[in-house]
């Protein structure tokens, strides 16, 4: 693994953090406070004998400094108080952000106008199942994903990064995109016309259709200007099972594996460019916009 691709994979760094506070708070509180107390206890013995002592021969002595003597020897290190405290702080974070939620930022406008860029999301980590931190291992299943699903899986062609996309396509599905409208196993998707979409960055107005995906309504934009082929697809895994022409392409997805386009159909590198995306890549499902500094009406659940 290149240093890019760690420091990218925040959960491996908490995971490390996480070991290294828990060893020195596991170590401070069975061995090392004992060594400590330990060292205490014989100085304080020495300090009472030699105040003993003092007495006996008729000397008064000042015993102030006692309480201070012990604070001092029993006082931890400045890195073990530390990591200590921070210990519980980072194994809560590791566990909450490794089985129940997931903070994301959107980065680019493929999912517009769904998601928009800026949006901070949470990502439900157990709905498609309980993975095993850093490897992401499947080890309980629950639900498998479904069409119309809003899904965040690491990019088959780079697993140190993040992708978010929509599920047109399960195991065994056979999709059709002809003249920018999708058929799913034979069954054309509906599309009601909406209010063009203004895109404020460019300043130029998309198509925007309200897309019925088996059962799940969303809305998507297409783009006029673009071709409706898909200009220079990878030779990506089991490529064959996916064919190409002047109006579009179609695909059966394999067993494992899942089909994921962009909402911003004509703006989006997504499996119609780089193939399949396998279960074992699956990080969760996106399902609450909790931020977005530039809009808060942004805030809430979505589609």
């Known amino acids: 693994m290149n240093l890019q691709a760690l420091l990218g994979n925040f959960a491996l760094i908490l995971f490390v953090l996480m070991v290294l506070t828990g060893v020195i708070w596991f170590m401070d509180t069975y061995f090392w406070s004992r060594q400590r107390r330990a060292k205490a206890d014989a100085a304080l013995a020495e300090f009472d004998a030699r105040i003993a002592k003092n007495a006996s021969d008729g000397v008064k002595s000042d015993t102030s400094s006692r309480a201070k003597i012990e604070a001092d020897l029993l006082r931890q290190p400045t890195w073990i108080e530390y990591s200590g405290s ?82 047109v396509g399960v195991p065994g599905d056979k999709i059709v995109y002809k003249n920018k409208h999708l058929t799913v196993n034979g069954k054309e998707v509906s599309y009601k016309p909406l209010p063009d979409y203004l895109d404020d960055e460019n300043l130029t107005y998309y198509k925007q259709w309200q897309e019925d995906l088996t059962g799940v309504d969303h809305k998507i934009l297409t783009d006029e200007r673009a071709p409706n082929f898909v200009p220079n697809p990878d030779a990506f895994p089991q490529h064959e099972l996916c064919s190409y022409n002047t109006e579009g392409f179609a695909c059966t997805v394999p067993a494992g594996q899942y089909f994921m386009m962009g909402d911003n159909r004509d703006n989006s590198l997504d499996s119609r460019y780089w193939g399949f995306v396998p279960d074992q890549n699956i990080v969760g499902k996106a399902f609450f916009v909790w931020m977005n500094l530039g809009n808060l009406k942004r805030i809430g659940s979505f589609h």
């Open 86 to 167: 921070f210990f519980p702080v980072i194994a809560l974070v590791f566990f909450l952000r490794s089985f129940l939620y997931e903070p994301f930022k959107i980065p680019s406008s493929s999912m517009v106008p769904t998601l928009l860029v800026g949006d901070l999301i949470l990502v439900n980590k157990y709905t498609y199942g309980i993975r095993l931190p850093i490897v992401n291992k499947k080890i309980i299943s629950i639900n498998e994903p479904q069409r119309g699903d809003v899904m965040v899986f690491k990019y088959p062609k780079d697993t140190a990064v993040d992708y978010i996309k929509r599920v």
